[in-house]
């Protein structure tokens, strides 16, 4: 499965979510429920996934938790926030950088509409190409 495909997947759980309990509560509460979510619609995902941090060959002792990664491709950074920031976006790139993963979504689930609350953030992600028989203008 590609990575689009699995962020479009995350993102139907997190406005499922998101209906659910709307914006106001603690990043933790939505972690647990978005964690229900994906395992009731049979999507695979890590939760606070340890990710070990190299400096010149040498392994740092303490690694970096990632929220979420699911299907061994996607980054899912929660937030419960007011305003997502160019920091978090950089924070973000930084993880796809140390795990290696393309594709990372940071969803701020304090957003009125989750829509506004969804980012992407891309580390070299290519598109896959078309399937047989299409064409494109």
Same mark, same amino acid.
């Given at each position: &499965?590609?990575?689009?495909?699995?962020?479009? *997947?995350?993102?139907?759980?997190?406005?499922?979510?998101? *209906?659910?309990?709307?914006?106001?509560?603690?990043?933790?509460?939505?972690?647990?429920?978005?964690?229900?979510?994906?395992?009731?619609?049979?999507? *695979?995902?890590?939760?606070?996934?340890?990710?070990?941090?190299?400096?010149?060959?040498?392994?740092?002792?303490?690694?970096?938790?990632?929220?979420?990664?699911?299907?061994?491709?996607?980054?899912?950074?929660?937030?419960?926030?007011?305003?997502?920031?160019?920091?978090?976006?950089?924070?973000?790139?930084?993880?796809? *950088?140390?795990?290696?993963?393309?594709?990372?979504?940071?969803?701020?689930?304090?957003?009125? &509409?989750?829509?506004?609350?969804?980012?992407?953030?891309?580390?070299?992600?290519?598109?896959?190409?078309?399937?047989?028989?299409?064409?494109?203008?």
């Amino acid at each position: &499965m590609h990575e689009n495909e699995i962020s479009e *997947r995350v993102i139907g759980a997190s406005i499922e979510v998101h *209906r659910y309990f709307g914006p106001g509560l603690v990043e933790q509460v939505y972690e647990e429920a978005l964690c229900h979510e994906l395992t009731l619609r049979g999507i *695979r995902f890590e939760r606070q996934k340890p990710v070990p941090i190299f400096y010149k060959d040498v392994k740092l002792g303490i690694p970096i938790r990632l929220d979420l990664v699911v299907e061994d491709k996607v980054i899912v950074d929660l937030k419960a926030k007011e305003e997502v920031t160019a920091l978090d976006r950089a924070k973000l790139l930084s993880y796809l *950088r140390l795990s290696k993963l393309q594709l990372g979504l940071i969803i701020n689930f304090h957003s009125v &509409m989750l829509k506004d609350g969804i980012f992407r953030v891309v580390n070299g992600l290519k598109q896959p190409p078309p399937p047989p028989g299409s064409f494109s203008l």
